[in-house]
């Protein structure tokens, strides 16, 4: 119940060209819903995040669509570029205690030139 | 400010050796995290802060410990190294749980032989 289900595991997307990755989750006290970007040889960095009161968030290139009834939300990065290669990962927390992240087990994303 | 730091970059351990990695951040952040990171295998929990001698387990605690004197430092520390320790390892910390952003250090890659 406590695990946030991400795929695909890695994704190679020609520049331009969407990056769809995806997560769903079982609990459903979890209601805040970030993605992390992280590059090779760094620290995660939150990229974008979505609560369950909206179906949709957009920033720029990256937004998070959220299906509330299905469990599941994804991230779409529109007009791949080479500097989004990076592993993704989507995580969940709930609204209760202690309100730990749960992470997904993370996308590899490359963006060929 | 230079965020959330973490020493050393990388270690080399033999079996049965131990060792303490560690974490300060200048933030000001109540909250503190070490999470290990495995490929494929996402971001483990280990243990959390919620505040200056205050701990808690995460997920997967088992052959770590860790204490928090001040605000600024969570260091973790390691006994009796076992080559299933090998991981890289990321403190976090945030101004509060749940729904706050969590930052990241840049990591500490351990290797145990």
């Known amino acids: 119940q406590q695990q946030v289900k991400q795929s695909p595991q890695s994704l190679i997307v020609q520049k331009g060209g969407i990056s769809i990755i995806n997560c769903a989750y079982e609990?459903?006290?979890?209601?805040?819903f970030p993605w992390y970007q992280q590059f090779p040889g760094k620290g995660p960095a939150l990229l974008i995040a979505?609560?369950?009161?909206?179906s949709e968030k957009k920033e720029g290139r990256f937004t998070i669509s959220f299906n509330k009834s299905a469990k599941q939300f994804s991230l779409h990065i529109m007009d791949s570029q080479p500097g989004d290669s990076a592993t993704y990962f989507c995580?969940?927390?709930?609204?209760?205690?202690?309100?730990?992240?749960?992470f997904g087990t993370g996308t590899r994303l490359l963006v060929s030139p | 400010n230079a965020g959330v730091t973490q020493t050393p970059k990388f270690r080399i351990l033999k079996i049965g050796q131990s060792m303490t990695l560690q974490c300060a951040q200048d933030m000001n952040h109540n909250y503190m995290y070490w999470y290990r990171q495995d490929p494929g295998m996402g971001l483990k929990l280990i243990y959390y802060s919620v505040g200056a001698g205050i701990t808690d387990k995460g997920e997967v605690p088992n052959g770590y410990n860790v204490s928090r004197s001040t605000t600024e430092d969570f260091p973790l520390r390691l006994e009796l190294a076992a080559p299933s320790q090998t991981s890289v390892y990321f403190c976090a910390s945030s101004y509060s749980g749940g729904r706050q952003t969590q930052y990241f250090g840049p990591g500490t890659r351990l290797l145990v032989l």
């Open positions: 995580a969940a927390s709930g609204n209760t205690g202690f309100q730990k992240l749960v």
């Open positions: 609990n459903t006290a979890f209601d805040y």
């Open positions: 979505i609560r369950p009161d909206v």
